[in-house]
């Protein structure tokens, strides 16, 4: 069936929370009511990113488009444009008044900094039809590997691209295949990290929803080259979507063939099943990851032996993440030599981010390693809102750190992100302003981590915790001398003594913050001062008596009546009533009350 | 041989075998590495991280689990990694409830020793600590999470080697918790009461149900005739308690000792094991004979007992119905020994002094009253006999040797060796052809049966009859052996099984050893030795020689299996749900 247009609606977990349903459900109702239904298909697709603009719906053959679209509009869009061929202006994301409207999108930094490989067909196919995704050159990779190549070819053409683990340390994904495909053992496993759970990243889920197909054909590649017929995607149930959308992608496959018994004719056959995690961070680690699909309370155990030797149920295991695998059927297809050419040195290809914090463009971008910060928050992300000043970036989440606005103009990479303290890791990305107390961050990710530790060794288990304890007493003026000090030996600590990765990394916010921010720190506890103005308990609302025009309209809008005076003479703020609510100054029109 | 790699530690070569651990190199090698959550073939998690080691990875690694290999070079002791193992150390005593000198683990406890150990004198990271609710609801063991310090070899040995599986680790980080599941009072759990959790724990977080208050208060009251009865397995390990190395049996003193806490009596629960093999041989005789229900299993350990109630409640009937020693020989002073000396059975209080925590709780089963009475009304393990002493303030170590008292105060080394693994197998079988032929064969070292094996297995022709044995101790061990003949892979005649390794000589109410010791020695066979010592130096050394025990059926029961014995020396067992829809709703 020839259609003259298709809308491409998004239905990432973003679009869905702004009601894309009802949108979707509007326009099927408008076209059917303009007898045009036939003639226009309504596409289901993925994530686009710009998840701060959506929901978004895009229509082709023009390329418009739209943003913030509500279902109200959809009338209007389907009698103007789809009926009358005017585009709807209003609704136009980036240049509003460009000729051709399918070029508007040309100077939006958020798309045209970007390059997309592992986001490829997100936002561009429907992710529950396979035919689009074989549309798009989907399981070619897989074919070629199966029919041109040796297992050994396969993992060569990954190590020789440079490949390194998308999910948080950075190994070279084809060494790891390697190892694996070096045991002799007759059971092999290939396991899918979809445990996504950095707060603020949604990098693997926006794939798991946009481009499914695309991690059944790479695990399947895997499986191909360590000589594995069975692998598991360990996906978290808070991931509706995105399950939901495996599970007719695995369906799909098998139905054509893609999975199960020879594939494409080959005595190759591999087989994925789906395990729900309950939610725990910690799952997120290798070892704990595996345990808990083999059932058990999921924690992680010592290594050596490493999952490639004895993994899952001491099998010879590889594990990587949703990025990771993203990326392997265009490496197989475009080859190494091509994918070598992006990015730098030690770090290749593109990384996704999931920008969020102090920042415009909320959303999900793909850059080529070695672009750099300030490019990434001021060019794509379009900078921080009311103009603020940048501060830091955390990366990495409650495994990472802070990079301050002295580095900047730092090209992000594995190693770069490493020698700042700070870490790759998924690719969460939190945009920090002159607002944000450094120390009320690191006080944030330290409340995570103690949250989320496993409970097993006591570095992370009372460590984190008591590290935590310190850092709230210090945001509540009640730090004492020697705090930090005690934090130092704290950190160090656990970041040598604790058995995992997320123990041994847990000190990372705070670690980083005291490298770049200690003045920060030491203004709490000595002065009990926060310089941010964040840390309520030391903060003390004040009219500066000069300023106050005596309007009374503070004192009637206090809450609690803390503020008395005089009208025309300036008032005063009763500091044992006040509650900090901050109410009073964002009423002042004469900006004649301060925090201190 | 290639099967050894060579490593440095600490700068010394050392040679290890592949697949040992750092830990196991270091010790071959002099070289002592702090450790905690470690407990050999039992415990084996890296967890505590005490014994972490420089391997030149990112982090320290755990010895006890980091691999040998070949040019590996170790660094186990440097400024960093001592200060590192300190602020752990400091972390964990940070949350432990250190009520040290109202601690029943005080002096015994793993962690006191280390925070000496490691010169601790400040905690620089004090702060929250929890407070759970105690677990002192079952008749047996006594959880207090406040002092638990999450090293989970309680859990392991009641998981992996129990296969019981009563507590596991739940919650998370700060709030992590080791309880049963929907944390339930243990009593409503499958927990066996074995006790093993305990001897496992290296602090005070697990402990027996004390019942030395309710035992000083009988001793007190006039109106009542105070006896005890004291298993095998006490003799072979209380003297550790007193300072004497472990494996030496001291009887007499332990004799000695109760009689002057003031028990009228002290008897010896050795006799009611002759008799238990006078009614248990002659059941297995009766069931080879006339096709009755096989193989019979022991029915001696209340643990056992009590995981075949939960775990096998179709396959109770292969259980013997005799009750166990310490029962039968309750049952015996409230009706026998009663009528004998002409004392009212209710003013009789029976103390039992076992090995064991489970024997708490069949101490209260109410079918275990056949006088009446209840057959025993309070045990106190082997740890709770030797606190009595020292309270008492007795000289233990200057003790005269003592006798147990008559009328039952004579048992035979069949009798003895019920308290290690395969005993009461060997006792059996050293029984078995008088029962079928009337006559003695010349077997009495019955070796095929002893030694710390799991699953042991014997065939003997005894009277032409070719009987087929089996002796399991451990649960887990137990479970494997019930399962081949659950599934008719093996057809035995007789099968003995203990709950814990070892027999009742490392059962859960004896003398707590520290991992230093178990890591080290095999404890189930230091003990055992003093167990088959005393065997060998009785002079009457099968159970049917025991003169007191003819003279009882003589006098009283008639003749084994007989109406009266039924009435009082046997029992009946109760199919158990694992966890009933009822007690799991909370």
Known sequence: MVYRSHVLICNGTGCTASKAPDIMTRLEKELAAKGIEKEVKIVKTGCFGLCEKGPILVIYPEGATYCHVKADDIEEIVSEHLVKGRIVKRLLLGDKDAEDVARSLDNVGFFNRQLRIALRNCGVINPENIEEYIAKDGYAALAKALTEMTPGGVIDEIKKSGLRGRGGGGFPTGLKWQFAAQEVNGVKYVCCNADEGDPGAFMDRSILEGDPHSLIEAMAIAGYAIGSNQGFIYVRAEYPIAVQRLNIAIKQAKEYGLLGNNIFGTDFSFDLEIRLGAGAFVCGEETALMTSIEGKRGEPRTRPPFPAVKGLWEKPTILNNVETYANIPVILLKGADWFKTIGTEKSKGTKVFAIGGKINNTGLVEIPMGTTLREVIYDIGGGIPKGKKFKAAQTGGPSGGCIPSSHIDVPIDYDNLLELGSMMGSGGLIVMDEDNCMVDIAKFFLEFTVDESCGKCPPCRIGTKRMYEILDRITNGKGEEGDIEKLEILADSIKHGALCGLGQTAPNPVLSTLKYFREEYEAHVKEKRCPAGVCKAMLNYRIIPDKCKGCGLCARKCPVGAISGEIKKPYVIDKTKCIKCGVCMDTCKFVAIEKK | MSEYVTLTIDGVEVKAPVGSTVLEAAKSAGIKIPTLCFLKDINGIGACRMCIVDVGARSFQAACMYPVSEGLKVITNSPKIRETRRVTLELILSSHEKKCLTCVRNRSCELQKLASDFNIKDIRFEGELQNYPIDDLSPSIVRDPNKCILCRRCVSVCKNIQTVSAIETNDRGFNTIISSPFHMPLKDTPCVNCGQCITACPVGALREKSSIEKVWDALSRKDLHVVAQTAPAVRAAIGEEFGYPIGTPVTGKMVAAIKKLGFAKVFDTDTAADLTIMEEGTELVDRIKNSGKLPLITSCSPGWIKFCEHNYPDMLDNLSTCKSPQNMFGALLKSYYAEKMGIDPSKIFV????????????????????????????????????????????????????????????????????????????????????????????????????????????????????????????????????????????????????????????????????ASVINEIDLKAERAKAIYQEDKNLSLRRSHHNPRVLKMYEEYFEKPGSHKSHKLLHTHYIARENYPEDKCGQ
Do not use: W
Request: proline content about 5%; overall charge negative.
């Open chain 2, 351 to 514: 103390v039992s002094i076992m090995p064991c925590t489970a024997k708490k709780f069949e101490a209260q089963r109410p079918e275990l009253a056949s006088t009446g009475y209840p057959d025993v009304d309070e045990v106190l393990t082997t740890r709770e006999l030797a606190e009595m002493i020292m309270e008492a303030g007795i000289d233990f170590r200057n003790l005269k040797d003592e006798n147990f008292d008559d009328p039952m105060g004579e048992a035979t080394g069949a009798g003895v060796i019920f308290g290690a693994t395969g005993g009461v197998m060997e006792a059996a079988l050293r029984s078995l052809p008088y029962f079928l032929t009337g006559k003695d064969d010349e077997n009495i070292d019955i070796h095929v049966v002893r030694g710390v094996e799991g699953i042991k297995e014997a065939e003997l022709e005894i009277a032409g009859i070719k009987v087929k044995a089996a002796v399991a101790h451990g649960l887990g061990n137990a479970r494997m052996l019930m399962d081949k003949v659950k599934s008719g892979e093996a057809d035995y005649h007789f099968i003995e099984i203990m709950a814990c390794p070892g027999g009742c000589v490392c059962g859960g109410g004896q003398p707590i050893q520290p």
